[in-house]
């Protein structure tokens, strides 16, 4: 058995990937914050609990987790609902008791049966979505929060219109040049980045925020009127000294573990959090170039115990979150030590320089976004899955619409939805060959029968003719649905009336047992 690697042995990949998910978290974590109604810094607050407690608890070697966008809206009625915050921290606690419940009853084997191509669906509709919500940033359009994945917003405005709008109205010069200037390095350093040598571990996209913001003050230099503002720029809480920091915590208020209303909350948010976090995991190990599996039911105690900690210290719910975590695949990481730094350099970073992270363009993060979903939504994806058959591309495609039009969650239910017709579908197959020959007859199963052969095998049966010979063949199963068996058990009593010789083939344990026996003149097994 080969000795376990240290933690540390991947630094190297680890150090730099880390970087860049910290880049792509921290206007995630502002904007589902301000989304969902909560203080800005328990976004934040959720990030560093994400990264650090989750990453030491989980056995995924490449999940990032953090607040979701798919909470959004259950989180701003839950907020709104409750009145106070302290109490809505409450019921983020207990949710993270909950999923520590659903680990112990072995609930993530749940996840193991959502189809491949409902989760690649998900993967290319969210490369979709961070494009098409991007957009808008990318041209100094920042009127929608960072993070939301929803079609349709508070405001009504869908995704396309906020597309439109941004295209068509008056665009900020400053942010389309810094953002331009930034996808095309992007996609040159791809290709152009060394193999070998320390340039090898320089994440692009630390690379572009240093564009950005060294652009923004030479625009400040060059041209003024060009130069982007506040509105345009990362917006990090920031406390007049250190010793102030702590202050920015909130805590929840217990006395109110009594309202029904807290509980309900607490059932929803352990509810979609956990099969938000599943779903993310199943698709990181999707996208892992080593294919290692995640044990899901130990994710969903990881997952626990970070909302117990998130909802302690004033941070919002934490899922498993696709989008930083595609986004450490991608910038090669190898272990969970990205992610757990990730979370120190959230912690870090607010703590210590905050005033210099809101120097960062909003229009270079948006091209570190379009680059990641482009690499979620490649045309291949598409076009790989054409090749697999109508069985693999009709669910694929329906997911990716559905989350594109809906939203993360229920985009997934209709995709599931169709997927399990298929699955259904597949099984409505013949299951059962049939062929006579001058009295000679022959009754095969060609795999499992399940209830759903039952018509089958009575059509088969029926078409038997008097004073046959007939040998129902079912060495290829492995199972035999007890409705089948009484169907066999049938025919056999009747068969002694009609002439028929019948003869049972197949050795599988507790079959044979199962049908009854008649004379053996009549019934033989092979």
């Excluded at 993270?96 to 419940?101: D, E, F, K």
């Excluded at 869908?158 to 040049?177: E, H, I, K, Y």
């Amino acid at each position: 058995m080969p000795t376990p690697r240290s933690i540390f042995s991947t630094w190297r990949a680890d150090l730099p990937a880390s970087i860049v998910v910290f880049l792509v978290a921290l206007p995630l974590c502002l904007g589902v914050a301000l989304a969902s109604g909560a203080p800005l810094f328990a976004g934040v607050i959720s990030g560093m609990v994400g990264g650090i407690v989750i990453g030491l608890l989980s056995k995924s070697p490449l999940s990032v987790s953090g607040p979701a966008a798919g909470l959004t809206v259950i989180v701003l009625a839950a907020i709104e609902g409750l009145k106070e915050y302290p109490i809505f921290l409450l019921a983020v606690v207990l949710a993270g008791v909950m999923q520590l419940a659903f680990s112990f009853t072995k609930a993530g084997i749940l996840s193991e049966f959502v189809p491949s191509s409902v989760i690649t669906g998900m993967l290319a509709a969210i490369g979709l979505i961070l494009i098409l919500k991007q957009i808008p940033h990318a041209v100094g359009y920042d009127r929608e929060s960072e993070g939301i994945f929803q079609f349709t917003t508070a405001d009504g405005i869908n995704t396309f219109s906020r597309v439109w709008d941004s295209l068509t109205g008056s665009l900020t010069p400053g942010a389309v040049l810094i953002a331009l200037v930034s996808l095309t390095f992007l996609f040159w350093w791809d290709g152009a980045r060394p193999k070998e040598g320390f340039l090898r571990f320089v994440p692009g996209p630390l690379v572009v925020v240093v564009i950005g913001v060294v652009g923004n003050l030479l625009l400040g230099m060059l041209k003024p009127e060009w130069q982007l503002g506040a509105q345009h720029l990362v917006q990090v809480p920031v406390v007049d000294s250190l010793a102030k920091f702590p202050s920015l915590f909130t805590f929840p208020d217990f006395s109110a573990i009594g309202q029904a209303a807290v509980w309900t909350t607490a059932a929803t948010l352990a509810i979609v959090a956990s099969l938000e976090s599943l779903l993310s995991v199943k698709a990181v190990d999707e996208i892992d170039p080593r294919r290692r599996t995640t044990d899901k039911n130990w994710e969903l105690m990881a997952q626990g115990g970070g909302n117990i900690v998130s909802g302690l210290i004033g941070g919002l719910p934490v899922t498993s979150v696709i989008v930083r975590s595609s986004a450490n695949v991608d910038s090669g990481a190898e272990s969970k030590l990205s992610t757990i730094m990730h979370g120190f350099w959230l912690l870090l970073s607010v703590a210590l320089i905050p005033a210099v992270l809101n120097l960062i363009p909003l229009s270079a993060l948006a091209a570190v976004l379009i680059a990641t979903g482009y690499k979620l939504t490649k045309p291949k994806l598409f076009t790989d899955r054409y090749k697999q058959g109508w069985t693999q591309f009709v669910p694929f495609v329906v997911t990716v619409v559905a989350i594109l039009f809906t939203d993360l969650l229920e985009g997934i239910v209709i995709g599931l939805v169709v997927g399990f017709v298929f699955v259904i579908a597949r099984n409505f197959r013949p299951a059962i060959t049939f062929a006579c020959d001058e009295g000679d007859c022959l009754i095969r199963a060609r795999r499992n029968l399940y209830f759903i052969h039952k018509y089958e095998l009575q059509k088969s049966l029926m078409r038997v003719p008097d004073d046959a010979n007939l040998l129902i063949d079912l060495s290829s199963t492995n199972y035999v649905d007890l409705d089948n068996v009484d169907i066999i058990n049938a025919f056999i009593k009747g068969a002694h009336y009609r002439g028929i010789k019948l003869f049972v083939r197949g050795d599988i344990a507790g079959k044979r047992a199962q049908l009854i026996n008649a004379p053996s003149t009549e019934v033989r097994y092979a």
